[in-house]
């Protein structure tokens, strides 16, 4: 075995990457076909293998109601974030790149977007936490919404900030020279030319909040409950088909927003 | 639109973003730093914080986060070398896209369905039994093996994107000549590979590991009892015992931590040109 291997080593590397690559996807795919066909079983404790095939567990998760109140906030928060998010990262990447401001005012505003970048999330969400505890803001929608609009704000920003440095700035120049006011060169030209990176910051900003766990961990409180949080609670507990089937609907939803966003904008 | 108006407009519309993050963010980190302070100006919380009992926690969470991320950058090494200089550039999206889609789901369902592969009566332990390589089940699920295996899990497609870049501006000529020069397959990699991504190998580490050592979903769904990590602390004293103090110094001991690191890395120029990227 060893003398085989040997000269695969040492000459050319041979196989080896190309084994290593496989056994990858094979440790990234493996738990997450194994928890799709656990979820078909028609037992509430799965057993392998499965005895028949049933849908009933998505029919109980689609039907649980304090399942169904996880997804609207869910997706309440997604939609706040992907609209509010790319609007904020809009005005940031326009201030970072565009702007008139002072080159020194343009790199204090994107060193305090970036913020969530480089403080360790557990550390933001407790500094949140503890502030609204303070402040008696109480918990809720409205702390957990901002706490995920600022964790979007940098990965919106910069996406888009990459693409306004892209743009060609002859076009308005070219626009405002035939007469347009600033308002109808960045309706009719900046924006459309923007537009698909518009829509990726929004899918992006989207999955980020859909997925974001930490943050609404210390802000939900009794109040607000969403996927990811409700997945935590039950997980803790225990280990059942439900969970296994509503965690591939989770995993359904989010690789379609990831699949939907790198057609419009191809992962650096 | 004279200048002074669009200076004006120009800073209404950078106000927008700006206070939401420091109403959210910096805000925040300062109530955070007086508790930590607190009561009055004293420096009891980070003594408490890094007294012995907690200085372990913190050099756990720490080495943890380092031991991944090595383990992290040894299967990208490999993995990143393939797609960029041997799959047919046909593939190469697909893979890529295969490789870092994980990023994209939901990190306490991809935690999760690990418990079902290392329990007990999981679908490894059932394997290994069938096929006779052990006789009774191991105990892998609650301790640091399934723990460890859930960190690999989860940031590995971070360090294998991160990497990915750096590799794939290696010019592949550089190696043919280094092996038609005689090179073995350890001299390549150390003289030809490893220098030209090095940076992009810091940038991932830099990135990952902070990240693991202050992870709380999962030591919280896939470690056991023992594996108590910075941010479990933290989750603790703010949930259970509303003495914020003693979690807002080590809050800030472990932030310290991570700026030194970061600043450290961004003073090497290549490595800041990574770092950029995210």
Redesign the interface.
């Known amino acids: 075995m060893v003398r085989r291997l040997w000269p695969l ?5 041979g196989r ?3 084994v ?2 496989v056994l ?2 094979a ?6 076909i ?2 799709t066909y ?1 979820s078909l079983s028609p037992n509430p404790q ?1 057993t ?1 293998p499965i005895k028949g095939v049933s849908l009933r567990w998505y029919n109980a998760v689609l039907t649980d109601t304090r399942f169904i109140e996880a997804i609207l906030s869910s997706v309440g928060l997604g939609i706040v974030s992907a609209v509010g998010g790319t609007t ?2 809009l ?2 990447a ?2 970072i790149i565009r ?3 002072t080159s020194a ?1 343009r790199s204090a ?1 994107a060193l ?2 970036g ?10 969400a ?6 609204t505890g ?1 402040m008696n803001l109480g918990f809720g929608f409205l702390p957990v919404a ?2 995920h ?2 964790w979007v ?1 940098p990965f919106t ?1 910069f996406l888009l900030t990459a693409r306004y440095t892209e743009l060609n700035r002859q076009l308005p120049e070219a626009a405002r020279d035939l007469g347009a006011d ?1 308002k109808t060169v960045f309706v009719t030209i900046t924006l459309p030319l923007l537009r698909p990176a518009l829509f990726a910051s929004a899918l992006f900003a989207f ?1 980020l909040s ?2 974001e ?2 943050i609404t ?2 802000l939900a409180g009794s109040g607000v409950t969403t ?2 949080l409700e ?2 609670g039950k ?2 507990i225990g ?1 059942t088909s439900f ?2 089937a509503a ?1 591939v609907l ?2 359904l939803v ?2 379609l ?2 699949g939907g ?2 057609v419009l904008q ?3 | 639109m004279t200048n002074k108006s669009r200076r004006l407009r120009d800073s209404a519309i950078a106000g927008v973003p700006v206070s939401l993050a420091l109403t959210v963010g910096v805000l925040p980190m300062i109530v955070l730093f007086i508790e930590s302070i607190g009561p009055g100006v004293t420096t009891a919380n980070y003594r408490e914080a890094l007294g012995p009992l907690y200085r372990g926690t913190l050099v756990y969470s720490l080495g943890v986060g380092i031991i991944v991320t090595g383990v992290c950058l040894a299967i990208a090494y490999p993995v990143t070398y393939w797609v960029a200089h041997r799959c047919s550039s046909r593939y190469r999206l697909q893979v890529l896209i295969a490789l870092t889609l994980p990023l994209w789901l939901n990190y306490v369902v991809l935690n999760y369905s690990w418990v079902w592969i290392l329990a007990r009566g999981g679908l490894l332990n059932r394997i290994l039994t069938d096929i006779g390589l052990i006789n009774r089940p191991l105990d892998l699920l609650y301790t640091d093996v399934s723990m460890f295996i859930g960190f690999v899990y989860i940031y590995l497609p971070y360090v294998i994107l991160t990497l990915y870049v750096s590799m794939e501006r290696l010019d592949y000529r550089l190696i043919e000549a280094a092996r038609d020069l005689g090179a073995t397959n350890r001299r390549v990699f150390i003289d030809v590979i490893l220098p030209s991504t090095l940076p992009g190998a810091t940038a991932a580490a830099l990135i990952v590991y902070a990240r693991i050592a202050g992870a709380f979903a999962t030591p919280a769904i896939l470690g056991g009892p023992g594996n108590v990590m910075i941010a479990s602390l933290i989750a603790e004293a703010f949930r259970q015992y509303f003495d914020y103090g003693f979690a807002a110094a080590l809050s800030f001991v472990f932030l310290f931590i991570v700026v030194i690191a970061l600043l450290a890395g961004g003073a090497i120029p290549q490595v800041r040109e990574e770092l950029r990227q995210w």
């Open positions: 080593l040492r000459r050319g590397a080896f990457p190309g290593v690559v990858t996807l440790f990234l795919y493996v738990p997450i194994a928890i656990l799965p392998v904020l990262g005005a940031g326009h201030t702007s008139q401001l005012t505003v305090v977007i913020l969530p970048l480089f403080i360790p999330t557990v550390v933001v407790f500094a949140i936490g503890v502030t303070i901002l706490g609009l600022f704000l920003t600033r999955a859909f997925n766990f930490l961990f210390f996927v990811p997945i935590f997980v803790r280990a969970l296994n965690s989770v995993l989010s690789a927003i990831a966003a790198s191809r992962p650096t």
